[in-house]
């Protein structure tokens, strides 16, 4: 399991969010993008031997650095030739000048590994966040209405973080690549080429990063469906979340506009039906979603 701090990519793996997060609902789920980026992490164990047995000091503080100054390595790169360039310029007093020093394979191993584990985590707080929803609302694992209620309530927060998962996952893939073209046979043409599509993919990934920022203060979720915000209409219309108060307005609102976007359609004991006026999608929620539903918005 890694030590505190920052990603040590002589000592360190995603075993460790293996362990903690195979209990979520979201794990079958996830689970083979673990498992893929766990292949990034082997490809860059073969990179970095014999360091990852030895572990000698200098090249411990080379890998955290390298870790620590990600960031500024994908910002500068375009300063200098190469990737491995950027970092050896970016942290030279942790990368050698001479020998004993990683090789560029070896940095851009290191580098993979890094971006791997920050995929890594990025989908495993995808499966906490939805484990902390489902507690919290009280849907269990085997209610697949339940679950796929929530997860239309915190889906704009779900897409954008599986979005940024994605990216990190896709620069370990790339970076990984980068280094297999620095060794025997070197291909210096496709390296270039590769880093010219990483410094593209980078762009796309500090946006999402950005995106995502606003989604991670708890769990106040600002963007929630057109039917939630349907319901914040109705409650501030009769002044409060309980069920009894809402339901007879949803039933006077099948007869009259759409409210917030949202056509209600018909309802009975067991459900309501409601039509995305832009969309044009048809859709339903149980009576147990719906008292959920409104249980959450009284809780915000």
Known sequence: MPTAGPFNALTDDIN?????????????????????????LEQGRLLLEPL?????????????????SNPAIHQHVERYDSYAQAARSLWTTRIPTTPPTLTDAQIYAVMA??????????YCEIATGIEEEMEQAGIGHDDE?????????????????????????????????MATYTVSPANPTALK???????????RIRKAE??????RGGRQRDAVSKFTRALRDLARRVGSWEFDDIIPLIEAACEE????????????????????MVTGREDEITIANLKRALRRQSAI
């Not at 080429?193 to 762009?203: F, P």
């Not at 759409?258 to 039509?275: A, M, S």
Request: charged letters at 30%; hydrophobic letters at 45%.
């Open 210 to 215: 950005a995106t995502v920022q606003q989604y």
């Open 52 to 68: 990852t047995s030895e572990r000698p000091v200098w090249a411990v503080d080379a890998a955290i650095g390298i870790a620590r």
């Open 193 to 203: 080429e590769a880093e010219a599509q990483m410094v593209a993919m980078d762009r």
């Open 113 to 122: 590994m890094h971006e791997a584990r920050l995929a890594a985590e990025a």
């Open 145 to 177: 209405d339940g679950v796929g209620w929530l997860r239309s309530e915190i889906a704009d927060w779900e897409r954008e973080l599986w979005r940024l998962a994605d990216q990190y996952k896709a620069a370990a893939d790339r970076i990984i690549l």
């Open 16 to 40: 460790d969010l293996r362990i903690t997060h195979q209990h979520c609902w979201l794990w079958p789920q996830i689970r083979h993008e673990i498992d893929r980026l766990d292949d990034v």
């Open 257 to 276: 506009p759409p409210v917030e976007g949202i056509q209600f359609q018909d309802l009975n004991n067991y459900k309501v039906w409601f039509q995305d």
